[in-house]
């Protein structure tokens, strides 16, 4: 069995008619894709990550070896806890034996958690601008009752 070349199946290609007209989204046959021909041959391989997925797995594998139980001497009796908390413990340790890193870590890196008081919401209006919106609410209704005596 004879194989044509690929030169020869081109130029056989370019001698079809075309039943349709050329032009956007209908290119003609012979410049088209040849089945399992990719459109960019260079481009990124299939299945390589971009590098917000990848710091995307990177910080769900820090999240899961740092929730890792293990068990830790506190004072002579073992104490189980995750690895998280037991960083935090050290940290804390030497903040408070004078380490000056330590504290500055502890600072920089806001491992420790607010206090609840802390965290809650403050109210939005003070009495003061509670006033100021009582007296902007009468206001308009006075302007609005003006507007309406007018039309009337």
């Known amino acids: 069995m004879k194989q044509t070349r690929p030169r020869a199946r081109r130029q056989a290609a370019r001698t079809r008619t075309v039943s349709y007209p050329i032009g956007r ?4 046959v012979h410049s088209r894709w040849q089945k399992g021909q990719s459109g960019n041959p260079n481009g990124r391989r299939q299945g390589s990550k971009n590098r917000k997925t990848l710091e995307k797995e990177q910080q769900a594998l820090e999240l899961n070896l740092l929730n890792e139980l293990v068990t830790v ?7 189980t ?10 940290v804390i340790n030497k903040a408070m034996a004078g380490d000056l890193r330590a504290a ?12 609840p008081e802390d965290s809650a919401p403050r109210p939005v209006l003070d ?4 006033a100021v919106v009582k007296e902007l609410y009468v206001r ?4 609005q009752k003006g ?3 007018e039309i009337d």
């Open 73 to 79: 001497d506190d004072n002579g009796h073992p104490r």
């Open 140 to 143: 308009i209704a006075e302007m």
């Open 104 to 115: 500055q870590q502890l600072q920089q890196q806001r491992i420790y958690e607010a206090r």
């Open 127 to 130: 009495a003061a601008d509670e």
């Open 147 to 149: 507007i309406t005596n």
């Open 81 to 90: 806890m995750t690895k998280r908390q037991a960083v935090l413990m050290t």
């Open 25 to 28: 989204g209908k290119p003609p």
